[in-house]
């Protein structure tokens, strides 16, 4: 029965007792309470096992306490049976049922199927087998031929440029890209020592050409005007300055980019290289014994200082003669080198492989840079001397050949190389014209660009990124010729294929881009002080081998130049 205690503690001024009894709350522990907090029910039968352990779940159970209620060990011990299927075994390749449907169907011989005995197949059988494969690999994504479930997606040409003769033996010298790499060289003044050739205007109008509007390009342009890419000891002009020692390093713009762009450079290449011995003049002999003398009154800790700038001393008095060998690639544009996905050595489409590529968008980048100025003799620039390769026979083309030296002091180099533009712009009365290079981007395949015709004239540097990422050595070689030339602005024409799936067809000028060397500096994020730092670290390296000829070879395996003594 309820009952209530005899004596209530009345508290006259207000709610609560009067006084708090002493032995009544003594050792109990303070639960913690919160109006919001569940409370289970004593009993649910209509809920599912889990909704119940919700709900009788405790919500304070973060807190230990004595009025926490917990399962008892009974429920620890009880499990459900899990119905759940299994995680599926990842197989690679084809699936389990193509691969059991493709050899059923290509190891049937009389009186029903053979699955175990297939080395038992009849000629007409393996032809047939034979033939399956290649279709069963490009299902796979395994390209045009069989490669037993490989695939050539991200394969990259690997091999060297030339074979490698036995007599070379082991290199004598292995420059690592990070030598090259570890400082920056300011600008050296320069000097232009001669100026040969003709140089036609910019004709305005491909200024219009745009998707909705495009321009055809001409591909006859190659065939009138020859374009002349010789090599440094078969340069006339070269030769001479060489005879007069007016530098120590010689040669082409094109060989000097090779060099200053090797650290991003993906595929193999190769140069010959003449290191010779020059007789010191007097003048010459009389300033180092001076240097020597005022070195003798240094100190010591001066002398351990300079002592690697004392080794270089001992290679000033040498040429360096950089050339290509005949059947070198070298003044070949490559095409996506630098992508993720390069092309191929052998593709389904003979025209996308790596060579065929290369020779397309090299006459395509003539044919445009000859296309697009205008054909006024009256306004074209002709320089004092004609071009030095042009024979009576052969109609000028637009190129002005000029011949630098740059003087890099503080390494005592003296380059003279050949330099070239492809037009000019004409500037305001007084000034000297705008030189520009002219070079062309090249869209062979849709599906890696994005479908110029589509993005371009919303997403063009969406597309320009697109391209530097795949092509980024051969577009730092661009800024390297442009500066190493004085260009003033670099042209870029967006050239595509009429026919993705066959070059013949044609291909269509559908923009172009121009740019200052400062504004293309930084849309390809690489300065010129970091390609002169390369070069002048290479050079420097170069010049302590003794003299001889050697063949620097490009290692795909390694970032590595690798040198080679072959005479």
Same mark, same amino acid.
């Given at each position: ?30 639960a ?14 209509n ?8 709900? !009788?779940?405790?919500? !304070? ?21 899990? !119905? ?11 699936k ?28 007409a ?6 033939a399956?494969?290649?279709?069963y ?14 695939? !050539? ?80 000891? *078969? ?31 993906a ?35 001066? *002398? ?7 080794s ?10 950089? *050339? ?20 191929? *050595?052998?593709d ?66 003296k ?6 533009v ?15 290079l ?8 849709p ?15 969406g ?105």
């Amino acid at each position: 029965a309820l009952s209530f205690p005899e004596h209530l503690d009345f508290s006259p001024t207000g709610w609560g007792p009067s006084s708090e009894p002493e032995e009544l709350f003594k050792d109990i522990p303070y639960a913690p309470f919160s109006k919001g907090e569940r409370l289970g029910k004593a009993a649910d039968w209509n809920s599912s096992l889990a909704t119940r352990a919700y709900q !009788n779940r405790p919500q !304070n159970a973060g807190v230990s306490t004595a009025f926490n209620v917990f399962e008892d060990e009974e429920g620890d011990e009880f499990s459900l049976v899990d !119905n759940r299927p299994g995680a599926q075994r990842r197989v690679f390749g084809a699936k389990p049922t193509q691969a059991k449907q493709w050899t059923k169907t290509t190891t049937r011989v009389k009186g029903g199927t053979n699955w175990q005995n297939q080395g038992k197949r009849t000629k007409a059988q393996q032809r047939t087998l034979n033939a399956a494969k290649p279709r069963y690999a490009k299902r796979r994504g395994g390209g045009g031929r069989y490669t037993g479930g490989s695939s !050539n997606k991200n394969r990259r040409r690997t091999e060297l440029s030339l074979e490698l003769e036995p007599s070379w033996g082991e290199p004598c010298k292995n420059i690592e890209f990070t030598t090259l790499l570890r400082s920056t060289h300011s600008v050296p003044p320069s000097e232009v020592l001669k100026s040969c050739g003709i140089l036609e205007e910019y004709n305005a109008a491909y200024d219009q050409a745009s998707v909705r509007r495009p321009i055809a390009l001409e591909r006859n342009w190659a065939l009138e005007r020859t374009h002349h890419t010789v090599s440094t000891s *078969d340069d006339s002009v070269l030769e001479e300055l060489l005879k007069k020692e007016t530098g120590n390093v010689y040669a082409t713009d094109a060989i000097l980019a090779v060099l200053m762009t090797c650290p991003v450079s993906a595929y193999s290449w190769d140069l010959l290289l003449t290191v010779k011995e020059r007789e010191v003049k007097e003048e010459e002999k009389k300033k180092d014994a001076s240097a020597e003398g005022e070195e003798e009154e240094d100190d010591e800790d001066e *002398d351990e200082e300079t002592s690697e700038e004392d080794s270089d001393e001992e290679h000033l008095h040498k040429d360096l003669i950089f *050339d290509k060998r005949d059947g070198s690639w070298i003044d070949f544009l490559e095409v996506n080198e630098n992508s993720n996905e390069p092309p191929l *050595d052998e593709d389904e489409a003979t025209h996308n492989t790596v060579e065929a590529l290369s020779k397309e968008t090299t006459f395509m980048n003539y044919n445009f840079s000859q296309q697009i100025c205008s054909k006024n003799e009256a306004q074209a620039i002709k320089f004092p001397s004609p071009s030095p390769f042009q024979t009576q026979d052969e109609k000028a083309a637009s190129t002005a050949f000029f011949y630098k030296k740059f003087e890099v002091n503080d390494a005592k180099l003296k380059i003279v190389t050949r330099t070239e533009v492809n037009g000019y712009r004409p500037a305001k009365k007084g000034k000297i014209p705008v030189y520009m290079l002219i070079r062309a981007l090249h869209e062979f395949d849709p599906k890696i660009t994005g479908s110029w015709r589509k993005i371009i004239e919303t997403q063009k540097a969406g597309s320009f990124a697109t391209e530097l990422k795949n092509n980024n050595c051969k577009m730092t070689k661009w800024l390297a010729q442009a500066h190493l030339a004085g260009a003033k602005e670099i042209r870029l024409g967006w050239v595509s294929r009429n026919n993705f799936k066959d070059p013949r067809d044609g291909h269509s000028i559908i923009d172009q881009s121009v740019y200052t060397l400062e504004d293309y500096s930084n849309e390809i994020s690489t300065g010129v002080d970091k390609l002169w730092g390369v070069l002048v670290n290479l050079l420097k390296e170069l010049r302590k081998l003794p003299a001889g000829k050697y063949r620097i070879v490009r290692d795909p395996y390694k970032k590595a130049l690798s040198v080679y003594k072959t005479a």
